[in-house]
């Protein structure tokens, strides 16, 4: 065991415990309740050097949370409002996975004022998307930018995990039932079950898909890395649009209807968009003009470093969309 895993220990004493019986790393990963979120859980419990605590919201008696509590993780129900709870719920913590939406700040705030106060050793902001320079094209995420400021100056030591778009959006409609995760499933890029698709610019651009499970694989690997580079990417695959239509075809048997639309006019569409307040419709035309612009490639450390073997697009979509009705 490390000195620093032990001198964390001695400060939380359910992991001090475990820890010295099993030699554990204290891991808490906050925002569990949501696909991404359920996935890491659910990954970081199967991970037999791991002691995990999850932080939450719901209350134990959440039936979702079951699985994971027989799995061996410890529930925290926290209040994001009060900086000493976390602090206390965080002593003797090594390192701390955030998931948590950037819609609103002061949670992860609050958060990262208790990691640093706590101190514990390593933080991951929620990122979990594209590379800095594309996701900072997408209003959404402008607070994603703001808190990296201040994980930057904290001295922590910190990673962005990056796995381009989720492939799970890709199992959207189809007639096998999509249970891998609580993930809200919508079509996102191309809508395999409908008869037209607009693609953006070429469709030859690459783009790097991962499903949140083998996010989670990954996440529960790279934890077990002795330092961590300031990003950690990933990939289930990364390939063009062209293909996956030529693929998804192949697979549901049947041509698609698929039209190509320049990155000017899905600027132009955002815009619009977002002055009607639609900003879903917004945030789909920038990510659309980035990825048709070149930038929703992922390099893919974490493939080389880990022994992940994460599922490619073809394979997902034979196994939502290859039974044919
Ligand atoms: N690459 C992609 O395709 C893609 C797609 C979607 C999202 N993402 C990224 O993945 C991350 C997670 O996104 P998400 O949409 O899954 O987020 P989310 O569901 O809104 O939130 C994630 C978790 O955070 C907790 N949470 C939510 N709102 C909270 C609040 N106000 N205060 C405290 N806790 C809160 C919830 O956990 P509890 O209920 O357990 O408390 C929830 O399960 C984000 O960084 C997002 O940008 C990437």
């Known amino acids: 065991m490390s000195k620093d895993f032990q001198s964390l220990s001695l400060r939380n004493p359910i992991c001090y415990f475990m820890m010295s019986a099993l030699n554990k790393i204290p891991v808490v990963l906050v925002g569990v309740t949501s696909g991404l979120g359920y996935s890491i859980a659910k990954a970081l419990v199967a991970n037999s050097k791991l002691c995990v605590t999850l932080f939450t919201r719901s209350s134990e008696a959440n039936p979702l949370l079951e699985p994971l509590i027989k799995g061996g993780a410890t529930i925290k129900q926290v209040d994001y409002t009060s900086i000493d709870t976390l602090t206390s719920a965080l002593r003797g913590i090594h390192t701390v996975i955030s998931t948590i939406s950037p ?10 004022k208790a990691v640093i106060a706590a101190g514990v050793k390593r933080f991951v902001p929620s990122e979990f998307a594209y590379g800095e320079e594309t996701n900072a094209e997408f209003d959404v995420y402008n607070n994603k930018k703001e808190l990296w400021e201040e ?3 904290s001295g922590l030591e910190y990673t962005a995990f990056r796995n381009g778009i989720f492939l799970d959006y890709f199992a959207a409609g189809a007639s096998v039932k999509y249970e891998e995760a609580p993930l809200r499933i919508f079509p996102a890029l191309l809508d395999i079950g409908a008869e037209k698709n607009e693609l953006p610019r070429t469709g030859e651009e ?3 898909f991962t499903s949140v499970r083998d996010i989670g694989e990954f996440v529960s690997a790279a934890i077990l890395l002795e330092k961590w580079p300031e990003e ?6 990364t390939t063009t649009l062209n293909q996956i239509v030529r693929d998804a075809e192949e697979i ?9 639309v320049p990155t000017e006019e899905l600027r132009k569409r955002a815009d619009e968009l977002g002055a009607t307040g639609d900003t879903m419709g917004k945030t789909r035309c920038q990510i659309g003009a980035a990825l048709g612009e070149g930038r929703g490639e992922i390099k ?3 493939n080389e470093v880990t022994d992940v073997k994460p599922i490619g697009v073809k394979e997902f979509l034979k196994k939502y969309w290859g039974t044919r009705a």
């Open 151 to 153: 994980v930057r100056a």
């Open 206 to 208: 690459k783009i790097t």
């Open 300 to 302: 893919p450390y974490l």
């Open 103 to 112: 819609a609103d700040l002061t949670p992860t705030r609050n958060l990262l």
């Open 252 to 260: 549901v048997g049947r041509k698609f209807e698929v039209t190509y």
């Open 232 to 237: 950690l990417g990933m990939a289930g695959e």
